[in-house]
């Protein structure tokens, strides 16, 4: 290899370690963010549960706190640089909106059914959230949650 | 007249006192250091336990989720929600044994709000919201692994008291 090909060559390789790595290293505060996005499905598995029960007039809080887990996550990404900040923003009001769409209905037209169709909108926009993410940050919507429950 | 000063209180200064000073005090102090000692004296053995569990942040779970205090004892429970984010409220609720799936049904038919006198219920704190601390007491229940669970979470914010012999 020639020497004057030498700093081409570790500029490549550290362009291409740059890109390789995950965006959890260059998050700010990758523990708000983890504990933003867990939050969301926390709430967005409670939707699904007063839907389910037929616990209607429930629904409209559980939009409420749909918010707060998507304020958190705004409050989380802060610091980011601003392209990305868009991109989370953009899905991230798709997804609250498709919730909002639940916690109206719900008032409107109390039907099961066709909630749960709404509700799983509501999961495809906030599963597009989760995206932008790394891996290794995204909540699993179908881990248990974290307890030593009794049978009975 | 008896005077009280330092050095008449002093044991030595006692040793010195004439005879009958003696008498006449410790007649005095006598009855009186017997009247104040039964009142100090507590009415009962009864072993008290004070508990502390607490919201896992803003999840659904509590921390710890095991409790553990003797049958019989006054247990005095403190429970805080330690969520910062989440508007939820949450509560902490010890119920009978074999009677968890009863009171789950219960508490999500009536989206947490539990009577008074619930039967299945022995002892609960009241709902409380984010950042708050809420007490209540109860006698320990003959020995066993009793439930307790969270009434608006009833599925998710679960645990186990364990009362021990």
């Known amino acids: 290899m020639k020497p004057r090909r030498?700093?081409?060559?570790?500029?490549?390789?550290?362009?291409?370690?740059?890109?390789?790595?995950p965006v959890v290293a260059q998050l700010k505060s990758p523990d708000d963010v983890k504990t933003a996005l867990r939050l969301l499905v926390q709430v967005s598995n409670d939707f699904k549960r007063q839907i389910t029960a037929k616990n209607f007039a429930r629904i409209p809080h559980e939009y409420m706190e749909y918010t707060e887990a998507a304020d958190a996550l705004h409050s989380a990404i802060k610091g980011e640089p601003a392209d990305f900040k868009a991109k989370v923003e953009t899905r991230l009001k798709a997804?609250?909106?498709?919730?909002?769409?639940?916690?109206d209905m719900s008032a409107n037209t109390p039907d099961a059914d066709k909630l749960m169709a709404e509700h799983d909108k509501a999961v495809t926009a906030m599963n597009a959230v989760f995206e932008l993410f790394p891996a290794d940050l995204r909540p699993d919507p179908n881990a248990p949650p974290r307890r030593g429950a009794p049978k009975n | 007249m008896l005077n009280f000063t330092s050095d008449r209180m002093n044991v030595s200064g006692l040793h010195s006192a004439p005879l009958a000073r003696r008498r006449l005090l410790f007649a005095t102090l006598a009855p009186l250091s017997i009247l104040l000692?039964?009142?100090?004296?507590?009415?009962?053995?009864?072993?008290?336990?004070?508990?502390?569990?607490?919201?896992?942040?803003?999840f659904l779970a509590f921390r710890p989720d095991t409790l553990t205090c003797p049958t019989g004892a006054l247990v005095r429970l403190k429970f805080h929600h330690a969520g910062k984010i989440i508007s939820a409220r949450h509560n902490w609720v010890l119920i009978y044994l074999g009677q968890l799936e009863a009171l789950t049904k219960e508490a999500l038919d009536d989206d947490g709000i539990l009577p008074k006198d619930d039967p299945h219920v022995i002892a609960a704190t009241p709902l409380c919201d984010k950042g708050e601390t809420v007490t209540t007491q109860f006698i320990a229940p003959p020995p066993g692994d009793y439930p307790f669970l969270c009434s608006t979470h009833p599925e998710d914010m679960r645990g186990i008291l364990h009362v021990t012999k």
């Open chain 1, 95 to 103: 997804a609250v909106e498709a919730a909002k769409k639940v916690s």
């Open chain 1, 6 to 21: 030498i700093p081409a060559v570790l500029a490549t390789i550290g362009i291409a370690l740059l890109v390789a790595s």
């Open chain 2, 37 to 58: 000692g039964c009142g100090r004296r507590p009415k009962s053995e009864q072993q008290v336990v004070d508990l502390y569990i607490e919201s896992d942040g803003d």
